[in-house]
């Protein structure tokens, strides 16, 4: 399969839809086939401007031609011939990703956004997503259906943070996102195609389709990792090129959350206050505890509470989760750490206020049980 092609000297083997369905005429227009010199399509791209079509580095070798505006090769589009060829300089341990110069400008087919600027923060892990391409239909990769397919699947690590998935180091976290699996997946030639971050009413161009994540049991169908187009369109920059930019009027942004550590001593309540921040400034937003995490937890407004058990010791974790209410609402998620307090040694022969329960102290009831000390 195209986890292969992780390999420079297996550059040439293409990386498409498994688990998807056909896409119908006029579905992702900016999708291109790209065709090696024996005629064959080897690989999918995305036009990104009327003359420019994003696809992946390892597929660039022997590229001849580029077929638009068809979702059937057997019977639909136009061949376009290729002008030059630029690849990032270190494809195969930073950014599997070329720009394909088109010898004629395609005039009558919407260039696809990169996700960038305020569209960044709302791709996360959990995110739903589109990939399409023109590649292989069977966890085996050898069936190629001449259809563009395209299939839904979630991203797993938006950052690509997991190297042992088979992330590149040199760029990780960041560059490189991890989706799809349990059957659902890109495959052979679907490499270059891309990932879609999808709106209300349009999408954006959120990845390129590189390898496969690993472990994989298939060659197909345990996902996939992409190259992220904000990294791209930063790329692209370097090269004196500029794309136009999405625009954020109406996006609804991902809401963050915020907040000191906590730490608490046994047998007490603590409480940390939450901070919410929003690019969206008129939404309202809900907060839930996923996770408590190993101690009781919950929440007054945007303050966390957490009571201790005598033995907590060492540090844990409350989940807390910030819904916005935008069209559609976003949400993330932080993971609120709580700290043991260290244990005071206390002088022989003395009854504390210590050795009350800590939440007693803190409302000043322990002040009844207090005895001095000579």
Aim: one cysteine or more; proline letters at 7%; hydrophobic letters at 45%.
């Amino acid at each position: 399969m195209w986890w292969l092609l992780a390999h420079p000297a297996l550059a040439d083997r293409p990386a498409p839809i498994v688990g998807g369905a056909p896409a119908a005429p006029g579905d992702w227009p900016d999708v291109v086939a790209l065709y090696t010199i024996g005629d064959s399509v080897g690989c999918t791209g995305i036009l990104v401007a009327p003359d420019l079509v994003l696809t992946a580095a390892h597929c660039v070798a022997g590229l001849s031609r580029v077929v638009v505006g068809t979702t059937d090769l057997t019977s639909g589009g136009r061949t376009v011939g290729v002008a030059s060829v630029t690849s990032h300089p270190n494809p195969y341990q930073e950014l599997d990703v070329a720009l394909v110069q088109l010898a004629e400008v395609v005039t009558d087919i919407e260039p696809r956004l990169l996700m960038r600027d305020c569209l960044v923060d709302a791709l996360a892990d959990g995110v739903e997503v589109e990939i399409a391409g023109f590649g292989a239909t069977d966890a085996f990769g050898y069936d190629f259906p001449d259809r563009l397919m395209s299939a839904r699947i979630r991203v797993r690590d938006a950052d690509c943070s997991n190297l042992s998935a088979g992330c590149y180091p040199d760029v990780s976290p960041g560059a490189e996102l991890i989706a799809g699996g349990d059957g659902v997946d890109s495959c052979v030639g679907d490499s270059g195609g891309p990932l879609y971050l999808l709106g209300k009413d349009e999408a954006w161009l959120a990845g390129i389709t590189s390898r496969a994540a690993q472990p994989a049991q298939h060659v197909c169908g345990d996902g996939g990792i992409y190259v992220r187009s904000d990294a791209i369109a930063d790329w692209i920059v370097s090269l004196g090129l500029d794309l136009p930019h999405p625009d954020c009027v109406g996006v609804n942004v991902r809401p963050h959350l915020a907040a000191d550590d906590l730490v608490v001593r046994r047998h007490t309540v603590g409480a940390v206050a939450l901070r919410v921040t929003d690019a969206n400034p008129e939404d309202a937003h809900t907060l839930e505890i996923v996770d408590p995490g190993r101690v009781e937890s919950w929440l007054e407004g945007e303050v966390l509470l957490v009571q201790t058990s005598a033995t907590f010791a060492g540090e844990t974790a409350v989940r807390v989760r910030v819904t916005d209410d935008g069209d559609p609402p976003m949400s993330s998620e932080l993971d609120v750490v709580v700290r043991a307090a260290p244990v005071a040694t206390l002088p022989v022969g003395c009854d504390h206020a210590g050795s009350m329960p800590g939440w007693l102290v803190g409302l000043g009831l322990g002040l009844l049980a207090r005895r001095r000390c000579s």
